[in-house]
């Protein structure tokens, strides 16, 4: 589907990271462009693309965050939204036996229950679109991972939950998971970790945003950022992903 | 032994109990079914306390946990209570969404995380985790349920290792359809209530498992080739539980 002036996109999680990147990626293509975050809109004032319009919604609060989005999509008087890609994630790192519960719930809540909590309430917006379209950021964790033991359950199930509604809505809505591999943004740091010199191996963010925009194109779904995807781009086959102009 | 079991009035939770009594374990059996609980309680007398907890609501399992933390340790631990919500994914209330993912998923990964960290395990103790046969076909229908179980899978998969070098074992088991009512009030129509399997018989077969330290267990026949197919054409068993689940729920359930 074309890009132009009436198309309607909502990231989450875009005052950093993938989620930024993805925001400034369909802004130049001239999309209509809302972003979440957590945090206050002053304090991100200066991080966000100035075309984009900011909602703060902390997905700690899951009904809420679902509420607030809607509730501003109204406001903007937004009928239809084209592609919703459900980006906001953090996570916890420890030992998988001392986690603490309040890190537990937040991890849950935030990457699991609000991406299913929004999607719920976006159903009206996506029924209205052309051919819209639900992507999840999850993670290439979601088989497991001994460090993130609750982040790779959040992340599993985002993953189960696409796979189902992907079926349940054939031929309405287009439901896509994304699963990056370890992408070198601020988020190991958030989360407690020093990856030292393993960070050197990450993807480059630009290029994981890249090739989310391309595969949303493409529409296919489970697709992992993983390992083919690393050595593709140290050969340079596929420099730039993106098909310009188009979701 | 000494053994918590959630969920423990009704289904395999029940079945559990009712055979580990009979082979003179201690129990904990946890409920928010108060009647069910006295019932049971009345019935099998001086093995068994019953907790009546609601599992849905986060602040009254930290506090299940606090209570469990002053007894003894445990050598046996069934996270078994979930719940379900069937039907067209958006017609279900949010609220029903938040509670079964709190149970489902939230519930025993801080229960689990609270006892193994928290020294409330015996060693050589066994916790078992209730996922489901939707990890392997998907669940149109029931994404936020299928949702549920994938995580709790991964979970269980992901605290493994750490558990091995405490010499407790982590069982994950899979079972498909289960003949309780609850089975009954989520399936679709015309539903072969038949082609359930038993409650006694799915607990025969993860008490087998827990005894052999199995960290899988897909129950039955059905369940191992419901695998194994979905292995190799996951689409195509999505697809497939469309036609026989989803096409066939006539209204939101939950
Ligand atoms: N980086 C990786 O290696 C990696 C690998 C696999 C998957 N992923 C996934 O990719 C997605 C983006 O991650 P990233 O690497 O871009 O991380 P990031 O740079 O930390 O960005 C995450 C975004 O989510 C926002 N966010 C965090 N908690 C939130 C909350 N409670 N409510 C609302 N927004 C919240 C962050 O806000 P702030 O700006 O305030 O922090 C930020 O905008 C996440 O879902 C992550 O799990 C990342």
Redesign the interface.
């Known amino acids: 589907m074309k890009v132009d002036q009436a198309t309607n996109i909502l990231i989450t999680g875009a005052t950093d990271g993938i989620g930024l990147l993805l925001a400034h990626l369909y802004l130049a293509q001239g999309a209509n462009v809302v972003i979440t975050g957590r945090r206050d809109a002053k304090a991100v004032e200066q991080v966000i693309p100035k075309d984009a319009i900011y909602i703060q919604a902390n997905q700690e609060h899951?009904?809420i965050t679902?509420d607030l989005i809607t509730k501003a999509m109204t406001e903007i008087g937004w009928d239809h939204c084209d592609l919703a890609i459900l980006n906001a994630g953090n996570g916890h790192v420890c030992?998988?036996?001392?986690?603490n519960?309040e890190a537990?719930?937040d991890t849950?809540n935030v990457n699991?229950?609000a991406p299913?909590?929004i999607?719920?309430?976006l159903?009206r917006f996506l029924d209205k679109a052309h051919h819209g379209k639900l992507v999840f950021i999850g993670s290439t964790s979601?088989?497991?991972?001994?460090k993130?033991?609750?982040y790779?359950?959040?992340?599993?199930?985002?993953?189960?939950?696409a796979?189902?509604?992907?079926?349940?809505?054939?031929h309405r809505i287009t439901v896509l998971i994304i699963h990056p591999g370890p992408t070198a943004t601020g988020m190991h740091a958030k989360a407690g970790f020093d990856a030292g010199a393993m960070k050197r191996l990450f993807f480059d963010p630009d290029y994981v945003a890249r090739t989310i925009v391309a595969s949303i194109h493409k529409g296919a779904s489970p697709v992992s950022i993983g390992v083919f995807a690393r050595i593709k781009q140290a050969l340079s086959l596929r420099k730039n992903p993106v098909s310009a102009g188009d979701i | 032994m000494n053994i918590l079991i959630t969920g423990a009035v009704a289904g395999l939770g029940r079945a559990l109990c009712e055979k580990l009594l009979d082979e003179g374990h201690n129990i904990i059996a946890i409920d928010i079914n108060k009647d069910g609980l006295e019932e049971l309680k009345k019935q099998r007398g001086d093995l068994l306390d019953v907790i009546q907890v609601d599992l849905t609501i986060s602040d009254a399992v930290s506090r299940l946990i606090e209570t469990l933390a002053k007894g003894t340790r445990f050598d046996l631990v069934v996270l078994n209570a979930g719940i379900n919500a069937t039907g067209n994914f958006e017609e279900n209330p949010g609220e029903a969404y938040r509670r079964l993912l709190t149970i489902n998923t939230e519930t025993p990964i801080i229960m689990a995380s609270a006892m193994i960290g928290g020294n409330m395990m015996e060693t050589g103790g066994t916790v078992v985790f209730v996922s489901s046969l939707s990890h392997a076909t998907g669940y149109p229908g029931a994404s936020v349920y299928a949702a549920s179980k994938d995580a709790i899978a991964t979970y269980a998969s992901s605290i493994r290792r750490a558990c091995a070098r405490m010499n407790i074992n982590i069982l994950t088991i899979f079972p498909g359809p289960i003949k309780t009512d609850h089975a009954a009030r989520h399936a679709p129509k015309g539903a072969d209530a038949e082609r359930r399997m038993a409650p006694n018989r799915l607990a025969f077969l993860v008490l087998n498992a827990v005894s052999q330290r199995k960290h899988d267990l897909y129950p039955g026949v059905i369940a191992k080739l419901t695998n194994v197919a979905g292995r190799l054409l996951p689409a195509f068993l999505t697809r497939l539980m469309r036609r026989i689940v989803f096409e066939k729920l006539d209204k939101p359930t939950y």
Do not use: C, D, Y
Not at chain 1, 95 to 99: A, K, R, S, V
Not at chain 1, 152 to 161: D, I, R, W
């Open positions: 899951p009904q679902a030992n998988p036996l001392q986690e519960p537990i719930r849950l699991l229950v299913i909590l999607a719920r309430t159903v979601h088989k497991g991972a001994a993130f033991a609750s790779a359950a959040s992340k599993a199930g985002l993953h189960g939950f796979r189902s509604l992907r079926e349940e809505w054939h």
